[in-house]
């Protein structure tokens, strides 16, 4: 792997991480149903007056780039067979 290869996988995750901020939060507020759910039959602190508590949102995000990761190494695992 040359050094402009890591480079631009470092630039690809950079993008990832930072492009998954504004679709988490969407996602965390989309699933506001379930949070509040979560809440009642958890007794978990999870959703109050103003929305998801900040750990949903973490919870999300975490997911999110979890299932991106996934998705970038599968693909990348496909070109290398290619």
Known sequence: MTFRDRIKGAGIALALLIGCIPIAIFLTILASPFWSWF???????????????????????SL????????????RGRKGRS
């Open 39 to 61: 809440e009642r039959n958890v007794k978990i602190e999870a959703y109050g007056h103003s929305g998801p508590a900040d750990w949903c949102y973490l919870v999300s995000y």
């Open 64 to 75: 999110l780039i979890t299932l991106c990761a996934s998705v970038w190494a599968y693909g």
